[in-house]
């Protein structure tokens, strides 16, 4: 080993001599740096991550190495040193390592020093160190790849430009075979393969952050096998042509052979093996979550998940493929043996392609591709199907793909969150084939349903309703097979296991008044235990058989984790209206993203507020821009927060119509909402607007005159009623807004929160400092007066709540109120019999100070500008019914994979600075290494001195 490190030493030194060592290295710095801010362009795409170094890396270090490599040996041949050196009592592995080390001892500095951008990217965002780590280690095992190459060439040839050329086309071709301008002419097949023997895209898989054994495998493999044909190359020098040496010549060969194919051999057989990886990024964005290990390990029938991916695809979605046979593998792990996962190409199973078109109505994909001198559709498929016992369900690319420009006009196509998608789909088809029969047999202990009633002080109307409450519960418990009991008990009773007190204590149960204004009171409630847990069921009405069923199933659902929840949704009727010339046009607002949002995890229903009853087994309530309600719409909200429900609301004072006079957007301030019901339980929306400096841009069309011709453009103009609100300004313990890149409020009125109650209240969302409060309805900018943001600053600037969750018990809005209904509105008698004035602490409350985020219009505003923005609000509700629900799974999966780190925005002049600065200090670093190491060569060179005979100075 030390003969090897004193070839090192030795070789630096060498290096360091003259400046060809820091104008190569100064060189590959500069080139990183200019492609990190200007080609990838950095500060526009505002997102914290170091990928656009890492992606550059691989054509970078071609050259670095091979500039570093192409002297190593055709200098000493060219000079007559390397006769010397294989005299030397040194092994050729020792000359060879020795070298290798000190080429890898300047790529290892050329690396150091670019670990000021993720220092500087850490400090303008939130930055994940697992893809850094994993960056630098696969350019290290790059290098060492390319340099065992470069060091083999450069023994080969005496000329180190010939050297330097062959080292950059070998590196190259390693390069090339696996990136897609050479896989995409392929099909899947033989692409995979390609991409198993291609550097490059072994490197995209390590600097993402998964380091997978297959992949430091391959990398090792290349290296000893360069570094062993460097040895036998030099060897080979020493080699006579004669008869004495052919046998040992023939060994020499032959052994590298052999060599060869065991490396070749080992990666075959490592191949198949994709679990042998260590996911280091923060969030483990690339492995199964354990919400998902836990569905899969839960199944009890088998689950087929069966990929269509045509072998003839569109060449942007070939490199997907690999990644979705990667997941389905994991799936099949995961589920110890009970889900089978295959990947078929339907051209090659008419059968299996004849079935997904006549039973599932999965069709091919025309996608049309363009070539250099023609256009051509290619009809292919990239569909996955979910089945489970009889339900299933399909997912096609537009489910699975997202697709962002990048900024030279090109396409960045990309899975949004493959693990998330299928998890969905699973839990769908799995949760819709249960039943409560399955339900029920799956219970460690039996359920119980418990009636507590007083039937000498029920009120006439509900005489019947403990018979019909027995019937039913008994009629369950005769085909359950013991696996659920009733009873009945008078809590005024003398003998009575449990008091009103007690009651109240455990379940907040209170006696219902018989009449509004009467002292009498009675008992009519049915609590469930099962799984664990306690209950009040509620079935609502007149305790008709149906309904009573209906509660008790929904009950049992709740209690197990086998179920779809159910939505139910109210949002503004979508009614046609005359436009300003009489004709019937479509509604402005409309809410259907949000619904179709919501349906691939959750059966979503629309609700009827005006019968003044939600019904029993609806799990969550979102109300979207609430107003020209009734009493009677707002006690049926009331009430279903009352049984402990839980309640989102979109509920700004403010909602959005069009002009009919300009054809421009206005706003309406909202009538008969739900303000005062909303105030009861705490929360005071404002009459006003928040207005922020940090907002989403507005598209405005312009026109612009180009040699005459107008020419039509989309401008993005700053508008403050659109509030941007980043993870600075989010609940940071919330699972409603956790792992949210940003989200926009639009329109928005801020919240005043009542803190003096036991709830537990969350901000969830807030302005920036920046932001101000406008009472002014005028929405139109006026950028001639106001050129920076359309409107005068009005007011105090401050941060201001724009959404809260709050949780805990809340006292009824018509405690001690008779109803009022509107004028012709026919009221139930019966509506307010059984009417509950406090809910238990079970109950939970979602306000957003805005009508119009969920709002489809807005929807298709935004994408005009960042097409997959308005997903962020989309994820918000369904991170709110999630929340709502109890149900953290998918919450936790659909965060995880789908976090965008933003990058804080900065003035062009901060963005400069930062850029600057990065240069700087590379060119300081740079400087230094070459001063350190001068004076340490020169310290190291031994003083001269005068013989006093001649008085000459010697060494």
């Known amino acids: 080993m030390k003969q090897t490190l004193a070839i090192t030493r030795k070789e630096v030194t060498s290096y360091f001599s003259s400046p060809m060592a820091l104008i190569f290295v100064g060189a590959f710095l500069a080139a990183t740096l200019f492609s990190f801010f200007w080609v990838d362009t950095f ?39 390397l006769e010397i050196l294989l005299t030397l009592p040194v092994s050729g592995w020792q000359l060879v390592l020795g070298k290798f080390l000190a080429v890898m001892m300047l790529v290892v500095v050329s690396l150091a020093l670019t670990l000021f951008l993720p220092i500087t990217v850490a400090i303008l965002g939130n930055l994940d160190w697992g893809p850094v780590f994993g960056g630098y280690l696969a350019a290290l095992l790059l290098a060492a790849a390319y340099t065992a190459i470069g060091l083999f060439l450069s023994s080969r040839t005496d000329n180190p430009l010939v050297a330097l050329m062959l080292t950059a086309l070998v590196g190259g071709a ?7 301008t050479l896989v995409d002419f392929f099909g899947r097949d033989v692409g995979n393969v390609l991409r198993a023997l291609g550097a490059g895209s072994r490197f995209e898989s390590i600097e993402r952050g998964v380091i997978d054994v297959r992949d430091l495998v391959y990398y090792g493999s290349l290296t000893a096998l360069f570094l062993l044909l460097n040895v036998v190359s030099l060897d080979s020098k020493r080699w006579s042509l004669g008869d004495n040496t052919r046998r040992y010549r023939g060994a020499m060969l032959l052994g590298v052979a052999l060599v060869g194919a065991n490396l070749i051999l080992l990666n075959v057989w490592l191949y198949p093996l994709n679990s042998l990886r260590l996911d280091v990024t923060q969030d483990r964005e690339y492995s199964l979550s354990q919400p998902t290990k836990d569905i899969l390990g839960n199944l009890s029938e088998p689950l087929l998940i069966r990929a269509y991916i045509s072998e003839k695809t569109h060449p942007l979605l070939a490199p997907l493929a690999p990644t979705v046979a990667d997941m389905l593998r994991e799936y099949e792990i995961a589920s110890h043996g009970k889900v089978k996962a295959e990947v078929i190409d339907p051209a090659k199973h008419p059968d299996l392609e004849a079935e997904a078109n006549q039973t599932y109505g999965i069709r091919p994909t025309p996608f049309r591709q363009a070539g250099r001198y023609e256009t051509s559709v290619i009809n292919s498929y990239f569909d996955i199907l979910v089945r489970y016992g009889d339900k299933s369900t399909v997912l096609n690319f ?12 090109t396409p960045d196509v990309h899975f949004r969150n493959l693990e998330y998608d299928l998890t969905k789909a699973v ?27 007083t039937p000498n002080s029920l009120p006439q109307e509900l005489q019947n309703a403990p018979q019909t409450i027995r019937q039913v519960a008994n009629d369950i418990a005769a085909q359950s097979n013991g696996k659920f009991t009733f009873k009945e008990i008078d809590p005024t009773a003398p003998n009575s296991p449990i008091t009103p007190k007690q009651l109240y204590d455990s379940y907040q149960i209170q006696p219902y008044a018989v009449s509004l204004f009467s002292p009498d009171t009675y008992y009519l409630n049915m609590v469930l235990q099962a799984g664990g847990a306690a209950q009040v069921v509620y079935p609502g009405g007149a305790v008709a058989e149906a309904d009573v069923k209906s509660a008790i199933e929904s009950g049992l659902k709740r209690s197990s984790s086998g179920f779809l929840k159910v939505v139910g949704v109210w949002s503004p009727p979508e009614t046609p209206t005359p436009d300003m010339f009489g004709n019937m046009q479509q509604p402005l607002s409309t809410y259907r993203a949000v619904r179709q949002a919501l349906q691939d995890e959750y059966e979503v229903r629309d609700v009827d507020l005006s019968t003044g009853r939600v019904q029993s087994d609806v799990d969550v309530l979102i109300v979207i821009a609430p107003k020209g309600f009734s009493d009677v719409e707002r006690y049926a909200i009331d009430q279903y927060l009352m049984r402990g429900g839980a309640v989102i609301m979109s509920a700004g004072n403010y909602t959005l119509r069009l002009d009919r006079m300009s054809g421009t957007l206005a706003l309406d301030p909202v009538s008969d909402g739900v303000q005062d019901l909303l105030k009861q339980y705490g929360v005071t929306v404002q009459q006003s607007l928040v207005m922020d400096p940090q907002n989403e841009p507005f598209p405005m069309p312009t026109t612009r005159m180009v040699n005459g011709q107008p020419v039509q453009e989309i401008r993005a103009l700053d508008y403050p009623f659109f509030v941007d609100v980043r993870p600075d300004a989010m609940a940071k313990d919330s699972p409603i807004v956790s792992n949210l890149p940003a989200i926009t409020v639009n329109w928005a009125s801020p919240l005043q929160v009542d803190e003096n109650t036991n709830r537990k209240v969350t901000e969830l969302l807030h302005s920036s400092k920046g932001s101000w409060l406008r009472t002014n309805t005028d929405i139109t900018p006026n950028v001639d007066q106001y050129p920076r943001l359309g409107f005068p600053v009005e007011g105090d600037t401050g941060a201001h709540t724009l959404a809260v969750s709050i949780q805990g018990s809340f006292d009824s809005y018509f405690k001690g109120k008779e109803l009022q209904p509107a004028a012709g509105q026919t009221l139930d008698p019966n509506l307010q019999v059984g009417q509950l004035d406090t809910s238990p602490e079970t109950a939970r409350l979602v306000v957003v100070g805005s009508s119009e985020f969920l709002d489809d219009v807005i929807f298709n505003i935004s994408s005009n500008l960042q097409p997959d923005r308005y997903r962020n609000s989309l994820t918000f509700a369904q991170n709110a019914v999630d929340w709502s629900v109890e149900d953290l799974d998918l919450l936790g999966i659909r965060t995880r994979g789908a976090q965008t780190r933003i990058l804080q925005p900065l003035q062009e002049s901060d963005q400069s600075f930062w850029e600057i600065l990065n240069y700087l200090v590379a060119l300081m670093a740079l400087a230094a290494i070459g001063l350190i190491w001068n004076i340490r060569r020169r310290s190291e060179q031994p003083l001269p001195i005068t013989d006093p005979h001649t008085g000459k100075k010697e060494a």
Request: hydrophobic fraction near 50%.
């Open 398 to 409: 537009q489910d699975l793909i997202e697709v962002v420009p990048r900024r030279d006009g």
């Open 174 to 180: 390693f390069y090339v075979v696996g990136s897609s």
């Open 43 to 81: 500060f526009a795409r505002g997102i914290a991550d170091v990928r656009p170094m890492f992606r550059s890396m691989p054509l970078l270090l071609i050259f670095l190495v091979a500039a570093l490599t192409m002297r190593q040996w055709s200098d000493e041949e060219q000079s007559g040193a």
């Open 427 to 453: 839990k769908k088809v799995v949760y819709g084939f249960q039943s409560i029969d399955a339900v029920l047999a799956a219970l460690d202990q039996p359920a119980q349903l418990t009636l507590y009633v």
